[in-house]
């Protein structure tokens, strides 16, 4: 990715302050550019100025933080949030939910479109961008939907919703059932351009489903929501995107089978692209023993064991090139039901990170630099320059102490919502400050900003 | 024991405790005065989310025969048509300050979602297509009544397992107490993974000779979305128990209500081996039992005007003596 892309080229953010900014000391870690190792970051009218020898840096005025024992990173970037709005603003809206966003390290969002009502249209479009001028913390890029009210009828109005600003197109929360409607918006995106991101699920097969279909639903007498609901149809899609020639980017796999189906599709040469959510990498269809719908409650669900190993596996391959969170807040009394009234979705924003960094890298599972790398690889799919330390570049930098202990939920949230997975858990490592688009979007209230010596 | 949610959590010392107690409010049932003072002074409700004869009508009695003050609410005809949630309701019904509230709901984990948001004691009257603890319990107490012990028999239970609590509860229940429990019914209709629960899954009834009882379910119509047998015909043909497959040594058993002429044929339900009455009598003082060890056991609490220690010695539990 050149360096003089910015995420403001093709995101809205609320306009602010560049930073001037010096992390002294701090462990830097970009391994996609190939940056490892203890230096001065030196941040200057929010663009990355230079990396020096440790306690080098000429601060020239700019503001110093001791960040020996710290890690900076590319921040990251969630190809995969509900802000809720319009429609919905007792959940999210854009302020709430950039500011969660930061506050979990990211320096970039692509919000869905199934609000209510749905954006469809091109004032929707704009609409949503003035509203992110005004209020949002980092970038978030608007996704339209690929069909009119999500009715999985007719296509929306691509061309003109991709002038109005519009990231790429998605039904997310529904499949597109139908494969003609499917395949046209595919012929269609040699035309408008843009990803088409896709809720792979098919609505015969999972059909009253609210779990996993398998032992734990026979003996919870839930009905269940088999595995192949999902790869039938992810396979049909890769079908259809190859015969078009056009590209698809599968949203939140969740199942082995689904794993087994992208890696075939890579390597056949199809343009696909996927994303994994930190609940499917954390957590299986055990926890919904506890018949808790809060954390446990969301779409595709917890699956098993063997299906958390196959995502892990295809996160290293790179099957799964991103990490994506799906973050989708619910008010308490849409949760505060039985398991099977309840609605779908978890948050995870303020989470994700510091979870995988203690579920996945900690037990050394996977290693830390595959984790960075995938916390931002959601931008690529989406046409978004990658987030990364190199001189030159527009500062997105995620600050982590990776030693802090917190307890999700203790404090409360940055969200609207309070329907974490993660609520309850004790968590290592923590976003102490966040940069996004070459602003300080988030800095932790008990991080104190002592000037380095 | 604090609720009764699920018999997964019930002991087999637990349930032959409360199987012990039923059995002798059976003999108080024998009595020409068949109340007990055991509960006076205290609220149980009932709280109905779904239509229910045997159930609802016999842990009303078992409270009435305790001389609890009852409660009941059906959700058709209360708030609940007005949209109210489960939980405005159950504070609702708690600001009565019951003892018990015994809840039937179409969803699973309902009565565990209760029992926190309520200080009173749960009874699971059967939560969607989870557990029915109660009816497992009382199956359990008709067996032992029957056969002395469950240990090492082999309970076959017959049908629609994907859509019965029933299948579920008894499932667990009779394992504990030693039974074998294999599953017969369509492949269609029987839940993917249940044989990890330790039963014995098959699709056709050639071998329903091996077993000791015979546990036939009902064909849930009303929880039924899709085709899961081409028709009630076809099934009755390949999984109905009937006079013919039923061998004279083989007990029959059923939840109620029966189909009659679908999951059993009517010579069966009125054949010497059914004990589909036994079963409804035996709710009535399993109930009375479950009731009796959620609440005797637990002093009533003291009120704000405070009763103290004298209130809570009258209160104590008494069995035998008529109200």
């Known amino acids: 990715m050149t360096q003089d892309k910015n995420l403001t080229d093709l995101l809205d953010v609320r306009a602010g302050q560049p930073a001037d900014l010096v992390l002294r000391r701090a462990t830097l870690l970009d391994p996609v550019a190939g940056i490892d190792g203890v230096h001065d970051l030196v941040i200057r009218d929010g663009r990355i100025a230079e990396i020096a020898a440790p306690g080098e840096a000429d601060a020239n005025g700019a503001e110093e933080l001791d960040a020996e024992g710290l890690h900076a990173f590319p921040a990251f970037f969630d190809p995969h949030v509900h802000l809720r709005t319009p429609g919905q603003e007792h959940k999210e809206d854009v302020e709430t939910g950039t500011r969660a966003a930061a506050a979990g390290g990211y320096c970039g969002i692509i919000a869905m479109a199934n609000t209510s009502p749905p954006v469809d249209t091109a004032a929707d479009i704009t609409a949503l961008r003035e509203q992110a001028r005004a209020q949002a913390s980092v970038p978030v890029g608007f996704t339209a939907t690929v069909t009119v009210g999500m009715k999985g009828e007719e296509l929306t109005e691509m061309v003109e919703l991709r002038d109005a600003g519009a990231i790429g197109f998605t039904d997310d929360g529904l499949p597109i059932r139908n494969a003609n409607i499917m395949r046209r918006a595919l012929q269609y995106q040699h035309l408008c351009g843009g990803q088409i991101a896709l809720h792979e699920e098919d609505p015969d097969l999972s059909a009253g489903g609210v779990m996993h279909e398998g032992p734990v639903s026979a003996a919870l007498g839930l009905a269940g929501w088999p595995s192949v609901a999902e790869s039938t149809m992810i396979a049909r899609d890769c079908a259809l995107a190859a015969y078009e020639e056009s590209r698809i980017h599968v949203q939140h796999l969740s199942a082995k089978e689904s794993v087994e189906v992208v890696r075939a599709a890579k390597a056949a040469g199809v343009r696909i692209s996927a994303e994994a959510s930190p609940h499917h990498l954390v957590l299986t269809d055990e926890e919904v023993r506890s018949l808790d719908p809060r954390r446990f409650k969301m779409n595709p669900p917890l699956r098993h064991e063997s299906d958390r190993q196959a995502l892990i596996d295809a996160l290293r391959d790179g099957t799964i090139e991103c990490i994506a969170t799906d973050h989708a807040p619910h008010h308490a009394d849409e949760k505060e039901v039985p398991f099977e009234q309840a609605a779908f979705g978890v948050t995870g924003l303020e989470t994700a990170f510091a979870a995988l960094h203690t579920e996945l890298v900690l037990p050394g599972v996977i290693d830390l630099g595959l984790l960075i790398e995938r916390m931002a690889g959601g931008a690529a799919p989406f046409d978004v320059p990658r987030p990364t330390l190199a001189v030159g570049a527009e500062a997105n930098v995620a600050l982590c102490d990776l030693t802090a202990e917190w307890t999700v939920g203790e404090d409360g949230y940055e969200s609207r919502s309070s329907n974490s997975w993660a609520e309850g858990r004790t968590l290592t490592g923590r976003v102490l400050v966040t940069v996004a688009a070459g602003q300080i979007a988030f800095r932790l209230r008990s991080f104190s900003l002592g000037v380095a010596p | ?323």
């Open chain 2, 1 to 323: 024991m604090r609720n009764l949610l699920s018999i997964e959590e019930v002991d087999r010392d637990a349930m032959e405790a409360i199987l012990d107690r039923a059995e002798s409010f059976a003999e108080v049932g024998r009595r020409d005065i068949k109340k007990v003072p055991t509960l006076r002074g205290r609220t149980v409700v009932t709280l109905f989310y779904e239509s229910s004869t045997r159930t609802s009508s016999s842990f009303e009695l078992a409270a009435k025969r305790l001389s609890a003050d009852l409660v009941s609410v059906k959700a058709a005809g209360s708030s609940v048509d007005k949209g109210e949630s489960l939980k405005d309701t159950v504070a609702t019904l708690s600001a009565y300050d019951p003892a018990a509230i015994v809840i039937r709901h179409p969803y699973a984990g309902a009565a565990q979602m209760v029992a926190g948001w309520t200080s009173a004691a749960v009874v699971n009257a059967g939560d969607g297509k989870h557990e029915h603890p109660s009816q497992a319990l009382l199956d359990v107490y008709t067996l032992r009544r029957r056969l002395g012990s469950l240990e090492g028999k082999r309970i076959w239970i017959v049908g629609d397992v994907l859509h019965s609590r029933v299948a579920r509860s008894n499932l667990i229940a009779f394992q504990r107490m030693g039974a074998e429990v294999t599953l017969c019914g369509p492949p269609t209709l029987i839940p993917r993974g249940i044989e990890e629960l330790g039963c014995e899954v098959t699709y056709s009834l050639d071998r329903l000779e091996e077993a000791d009882v015979v546990y036939a379910l009902r064909m849930q119509h009303e929880r039924m979305r899709g085709a899961f047998v081409p028709s009630l015909r076809e099934y009755a043909a390949n999984f109905q128990i009937d006079t013919r497959r039923l061998g004279p040594r083989q007990l029959l058993m059923h939840p109620g209500p029966v189909n009659r002429g679908v999951e059993i044929s009517g010579e069966a339900i009125d054949s010497p081996q059914s004990l589909i009455g036994e079963q409804v009598a035996a709710g009535l003082v399993v109930r009375m039992a479950i009731l009796y060890e959620l609440l005797a056991g637990r002093p009533e609490r003291p009120t704000a005007i405070g009763d103290g220690p004298a209130a809570a010695e009258a209160a104590a539990p008494t069995i035998g003596q008529p109200a």
